[in-house]
């Protein structure tokens, strides 16, 4: 059993390394890739990796009752929905703004948690949501209107946010089914790897992918830098946390993805995305600050549940 403090650390970690995955999209999409056939190396290569690991070191992770395949498969299809928009916003809108319309999830996940999980919705939480995501908004300049963005990208970033809540909650209900974060990883990316190949156009696809030695390293990092490492911490981030603190940590995803499109592409990083970049910090430690006095029993009268 993952305890709530290293599950917390195991998502911001998480965080922090899918918010660099624009690094190899752009790469890959400026050589010709579409948002499917990126996505389509990133789980093939992802796959790979795990069944080679899992063929080493655990073989038992292979097996899974039948009547939880629906479940699996809809984590899947649910990530697929989420990584093709995400990866559609990254190409047509700055990195930083595309990770805070994916950052919406964590509003999606806080009610999907709620309802189904019965997780209550804590003062705290709210606190750090609404914290988390107004620093996301300053990140990208929505308060200043110094972002340039679309109706179509902001739909599309939506999508993402809505879908990646879902994808959140199909993987911990995986979980809560008695399997191990290897075997639900395996079949996820099994899924969704059978979802993304037959519209990648393959040959085209593999083509690409050795078209220059600097695409080949970003098709390979893209699965396991930023797929298969942090998909691993994320499985340990549910393991110990509901689905709306993890949700809510991840907000270190847009502070990242902003970092990233400065450091690689030139993209600004101004006061207001510094302050923007603070009050992420602030969200994620005053959910950690919470994660410890829940650990050592120590309640927080001013944490109290809304109760249905």
């Given at each position: 059993?993952?305890?709530?403090?290293?599950?917390?650390?195991c998502?911001?970690?998480?965080?922090?390394?899918?918010?660099?995955?624009?690094?190899?999209?752009?790469?890959?999409?400026d050589?010709?890739?579409?948002?499917?056939?990126i996505?389509a190396?990133?789980?093939?290569?992802?796959?790979?990796?795990?069944?080679?690991?899992l063929?080493?070191?655990?073989?038992?992770?292979?097996?899974?009752?039948p009547?939880?395949?629906?479940?699996?498969?809809?984590?899947?299809?649910?990530?697929?929905?989420?990584?093709v928009?995400?990866?559609?916003?990254?190409?047509i809108?700055?990195?930083?703004?595309?990770?805070?319309?994916?950052?919406?999830?964590?509003?999606?996940?806080?009610?999907?948690?709620?309802?189904?999980?019965?997780?209550?919705?804590?003062?705290?939480?709210?606190l750090?949501?609404?914290?988390?995501?107004?620093?996301?908004?300053?990140a990208?300049?929505?308060?200043?209107?110094?972002?340039?963005?679309?109706?179509?990208g902001?739909?599309?970033?939506?999508?993402?946010?809505?879908?990646?809540?879902l994808?959140?909650?199909?993987?911990k209900l995986?979980?809560?089914?008695?399997?191990?974060?290897?075997?639900?990883?395996?079949?996820?990316?099994?899924?969704?790897?059978?979802?993304?190949?037959?519209?990648?156009?393959?040959?085209?696809?593999?083509?690409?992918?050795?078209?220059?030695?600097?695409?080949?390293l970003?098709s390979?990092?893209?699965?396991?830098?930023?797929?298969?490492?942090?998909y691993?911490?994320?499985?340990?981030?549910?393991?110990?946390?509901?689905i709306g603190?993890?949700?809510i940590?991840?907000?270190?995803?847009?502070?990242?993805?902003?970092?990233?499109?400065?450091?690689?592409?030139?993209?600004?990083?101004s006061?207001?995305?510094?302050?923007?970049?603070?009050?992420?910090?602030?969200?994620?430690?005053?959910m950690n600050?919470?994660?410890?006095?829940?650990?050592?029993?120590?309640?927080?009268?001013?944490?109290?549940?809304?109760?249905?």
């Open positions: 059993m993952v305890g709530r403090t290293a599950a917390a650390i998502t911001v970690l998480c965080a922090s390394i899918w918010g660099m995955i624009g690094i190899s999209t752009r790469i890959l999409s050589a010709g890739m579409n948002s499917v056939q996505n190396v990133k789980s093939a290569v992802c796959l790979a990796a795990i069944v080679i690991a063929l080493a070191t655990d073989r038992g992770a292979f097996r899974v009752r009547k939880d395949l629906w479940v699996l498969i809809l984590a899947a299809a649910t990530n697929v929905g989420m990584d928009l995400y990866i559609q916003a990254q190409t809108m700055d990195l930083s703004l595309a990770g805070v319309l994916l950052s919406t999830n964590c509003y999606f996940a806080i009610g999907i948690s709620f309802l189904f999980f019965k997780d209550p919705i804590t003062v705290r939480k709210v750090a949501a609404v914290i988390g995501f107004s620093g996301c908004a300053f990208v300049g929505l308060f200043t209107h110094s972002a340039e963005f679309s109706l179509l902001i739909s599309i970033g939506l999508g993402a946010g809505f879908g990646g809540a994808h959140t909650a199909f993987f995986s979980l809560e089914k008695g399997y191990s974060e290897q075997t639900v990883l395996l079949y996820i990316f099994i899924f969704s790897t059978a979802m993304l190949v037959p519209f990648s156009d393959p040959v085209g696809t593999i083509k690409l992918s050795f078209s220059s030695a600097e695409v080949l970003a390979a990092a893209i699965g396991l830098v930023f797929t298969a490492l942090p691993y911490l994320y499985s340990k981030g549910l393991a110990g946390l509901d603190t993890v949700s940590l991840m907000f270190m995803e847009t502070a990242m993805a902003s970092v990233a499109g400065l450091l690689f592409f030139g993209e600004s990083l006061a207001h995305t510094l302050i923007g970049i603070a009050m992420i910090l602030v969200s994620i430690i005053i600050w919470g994660l410890r006095e829940s650990s050592s029993g120590n309640a927080d009268p001013a944490a109290g549940e809304i109760k249905r």
